[in-house]
């Protein structure tokens, strides 16, 4: 099972924020949260990852609350190109293993 | 410098032929790892592998193997093809130091 929960879609308008929550209450002490995102059926791309310190990136920044429970992603200036599917990724086991859920579909509007 | 090429982009295959998708990354990365997409969900880990010699099964390994006889390949093979193996197959790899995954293009496959 996903050890993440993200909400199914979302709209932004083009040039504001994009702010895409997600919640993985059962994550370990050392289990980083992974952002990856999906273009139109392209291969995954790496956005950001984070342990408990909030991340920040040429792409996006990424928010980690105290308890470590939940996570923001946040696309400074979205833009029509950020169309895409958003996975909150924390990784299972010690052999790499991602657990990737249904994730975000997030829609950029003009 | 290519990334992860995945070879062939598509294919339609009749139910019980046997298939290999290719996959090649010139990173040096130690670990390779396949997965499938089905429609409108989640990638799911088929195999791993965390170095050259090595390889381990993921969620749904059932009806592929894998082989990985060196630092830059890592096919995959459907013994003998079924129509629930229509999908998506994308190929990553990371550096096996962070979680940090880079993907191939993808490999879309029909079985009929």
């Known amino acids: 099972d996903a050890k993440t929960t993200q909400p199914p879609s979302m709209d932004c308008a083009e040039g504001r924020a994009a702010n895409l929550p997600c919640n993985h209450s059962?994550?370990?002490?050392?289990?980083?949260v992974y952002w990856y995102r999906q273009i139109h059926s392209q291969g995954p791309q790496y956005i950001i990852h984070g342990l408990k310190n909030n991340e920040t990136n040429e792409m996006a920044s990424l928010i980690i609350t105290e308890d470590r429970k939940s996570s923001t992603l946040i696309l400074p200036h979205a833009t029509l190109r950020d169309t895409a599917v958003y996975y909150c990724i924390v990784r299972v086991g010690s052999n790499y293993q991602l657990i990737w859920g249904a994730g975000t579909k997030l829609i950029i509007k003009p | 410098i290519a990334g992860i090429t995945q070879a062939p982009t598509s294919q339609i295959l009749a139910a019980g032929r046997r298939m290999t998708l290719r996959c090649t990354q010139d990173?040096?990365?130690?670990?390779m790892y396949w997965y499938r997409q089905d429609l409108g969900l989640g990638l799911r880990l088929i195999h791993y592998s965390n170095t050259a010699g090595t390889t381990g099964k993921g969620e749904v390994p059932d009806g592929y193997s894998v082989s990985r006889a060196n630092t830059d390949d890592f096919p995959l093979t459907l013994a003998s093809a079924v129509p629930s193996q229509t999908s998506v197959y994308f190929c990553?790899?990371?550096?096996?130091?962070?979680?940090?995954?880079?993907f191939g293009p993808g490999t879309r496959l029909t079985v009929l």
């Open positions: 059962t994550i370990s002490g050392n289990e980083y």
């Open positions: 990553a790899s990371s550096d096996g130091i962070t979680d940090t995954q880079y």
């Open positions: 990173m040096r990365h130690n670990a």
